[in-house]
């Protein structure tokens, strides 16, 4: 039997390389495709499935505050801070014309100036405990007395018999002596009446003061 000739020779196969292994370049640039690629979500998937960490943004708080179409507007704001201190000068004028009222004494227009009105009266506390009614006193000087508001009314005229004009009046307001009454014409009792209003307030002597 022939022996093979000496000049042939056989060839060793090369050891195959491990399968799954890579180099470290090799996975930096893998990494570097899963990252930047085009597919982002398919990366990420794949980035998670290989345990890497992805690095996410602080979740911002909630900061408390008005609605968008409530945002600070200077214009509104300056017309409501307006609103507001005019407000304020009115409520401070009411209440000073009610201080300045209350404290002051009215001198009535007429033949003399022996009649006064006015709200509070230091020489009398009933003229101080009644309450205060829009264009009306609470006591009146006449006569030499002193009258004080009653809860009393009266037809508002002046017809020359029952009503009489006394001649003295405070703006709008007339003094009207009554004569169809005994206190009426005792002087006991008069009125005080708005022209114009349906009714008149009476007023009687203060005993006591």
Known sequence: MAEPPNSVTVAEPEPERERGRMSVD???????????????????????????????????????????????????????????????????IKL???????RSVAT?????????????????PAADGLASVETYPNWLR???????????????LIDGVSYLDSGYHLDNVRLVLLDNTPDGRARQ???????????????RVAPGC
């Open 189 to 203: 009792e008069v009125m005080l009446w708005s022209e114009g209003a349906m009714a008149g307030y009476i007023y």
């Open 108 to 124: 009535w227009d007429g033949p003399t100036a022996g009649v006064t009105s006015g709200q509070r009266l230091d020489s009398c």
């Open 142 to 156: 006449y006569g030499g007395r002193l009258y004080l508001r009653t809860d009393t009314t009266r037809p508002g």
């Open 26 to 92: 090799e996975r930096a640039a893998r990494r570097e495709r899963l990252v930047h690629g085009r597919d982002r979500y398919a990366s990420l998937v794949r980035v998670l499935q290989a345990g890497r960490e992805i690095p996410l943004a602080p979740r911002r708080r909630r900061r408390l505050g008005l609605p968008a179409d409530l945002a600070w507007n200077p214009i509104g704001t300056k017309l409501v801070l307006l609103v507001a201190v005019a407000l304020l000068v009115l409520v401070g």
């Open 96 to 102: 000073g014309g009610d201080w300045l009222r209350e």
